[in-house]
């Protein structure tokens, strides 16, 4: 039992450090559609803040819309160019207790009636507003963003466990990118705004020696 313990937390530790953000992606090699479901799966089974989950995942496949991606997206040509699969996350805009998704959610996902006055729909618009200041469209959509780097970081360890490479991408104009998308009817500005991007695939490179700050410098214990 102990044996098994002290692999596995080998075996995690391992993940984590060859998991890095690939720059050399080998665009003859493509992921499994098996692999990209269980990838996908730890994305969507990712935590959120009241469970309201405030993304979509958008898989471009297009090659003209990659092409027209790569002049306003510096930080994904590498991905755009190698990578399997590339993903554009998008996060919720204006989502308080009173909006048509919070109800969607309620109604349909947790199968229990929703109200725009019912205690817990009250108690999340409070809390938006008092505790975490939630007042305006950027802090909504920041909040909603913020949410969605938990997709990305299950998604990029999931991808590591299945020995699959992966880089994230913030290296983009997000004004000129969204009015792209919005300009090719892929994503309805009044709804969504772009969180991040992924690039999923396989290397063509080493893995590099992680480089981080020593524990010591980041990590107190408050006794
Ligand atoms: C939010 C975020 C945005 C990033 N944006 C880019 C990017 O646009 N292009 C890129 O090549 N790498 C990008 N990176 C990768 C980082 O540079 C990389 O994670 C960091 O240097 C640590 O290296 P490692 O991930 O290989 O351990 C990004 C990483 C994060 C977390």
């Keep these: ?13 391992s993940v984590h450090k060859r998991r890095f953000a690939t720059k050399a992606f080998d665009s003859e090699k493509k992921i499994s559609a098996e692999d990209w479901a269980v990838i996908l799966e730890a994305g969507r089974l990712s935590p959120s803040s009241f469970g309201y989950e405030p993304w979509k995942f958008l898989l471009i496949e297009n090659e003209a819309v990659k092409d027209g991606l790569n002049e306003i997206a510096w930080g994904a040509q590498n991905s755009l160019k190698g ?15 009173n909006s048509t998704h919070v109800k969607h959610m309620v109604e349909d996902v947790f199968g229990v009636p929703y109200s725009e006055t019912a205690p817990q729909t ?3 618009n409070q809390f938006q507003k008092n505790d975490f200041q939630l007042t305006d469209e950027r802090s909504l959509f920041d909040w909603a963003s913020k949410q969605t780097y938990i997709t990305m970081a299950n998604m990029m360890t999931t991808a590591a466990f299945l020995d699959i490479d992966s880089c994230p991408i913030e290296g983009f104009n997000k004004e000129a990118v969204e009015q792209y998308l919005s300009s090719q009817n892929i994503v309805n500005l009044d709804t969504f705004g772009v969180s991040y991007m992924a690039g999923f695939g396989y ?15 980041i990590y107190e214990v408050v006794e």
């Design 1 to 13: 039992m102990n044996a098994n313990k002290e692999e596995l937390r080998n075996q995690i530790l």
């Design 83 to 97: 990578a399997s699969h590339f993903l554009i996350v998008l996060a919720r805009k204006n989502l308080t207790g």
């Design 122 to 124: 009250v108690f999340f």
């Design 203 to 217: 290397r063509a490179q080493d893995i590099p020696v992680k480089k981080r700050q020593a524990l010591s410098d």
